[in-house]
């Protein structure tokens, strides 16, 4: 059983800053791509970020390309989002997600295991 748990999230000004953390459990983290998601109310799930298995592939979705960074460290089974920059647009559940294939999908049907979500709220 795979779990993941998403931490971090929050009330923020804009203009501010969150790092987002998401624990892996139960599989070899290591192997897994990663993958960041949110989901605004009466929105679709969008792609926000992920991470190849080795770190060697990253994408960003265009309205977080140069304020969001996302990182991995296999020994804490722990993938991060930097979010910088904030702004109320960016209001939303982020979900975390592993991709058993390890590719840096921007596709969340790409993905095995989902967490549960936290939520970010940028205020103006």
């Known amino acids: 059983q795979v779990q993941l748990v998403e931490s971090g999230g929050g009330l923020v000004q804009a203009g501010g800053s969150l790092r987002l953390s998401c624990v892996v459990s139960?599989?070899?983290?290591?192997?897994?791509?990663m993958g960041w998601f949110r989901q605004s109310p009466g929105k679709e799930r969008e792609f926000v970020a992920a991470?190849?298995?080795?770190?060697?592939?990253?994408n960003y979705a265009g309205s977080v390309q140069g304020r969001f960074t996302i990182s991995r460290d296999n020994a804490r089974s722990t993938v991060y989002l930097q979010m910088d920059s904030l702004t109320p647009e960016d209001t939303a559940v982020y979900y975390c997600?592993?991709?058993?294939?390890?590719?840096?999908?921007?596709?969340?049907?790409?993905?095995?295991?989902w967490g549960q979500g936290t939520q970010v709220t940028v205020s103006s």
């Open positions: 139960g599989r070899t983290f290591s192997t897994y791509g």
């Open positions: 991470i190849s298995w080795s770190g060697g592939s990253i």
């Open positions: 997600a592993a991709d058993g294939g390890g590719w840096a999908d921007q596709e969340s049907l790409g993905y095995d295991y």
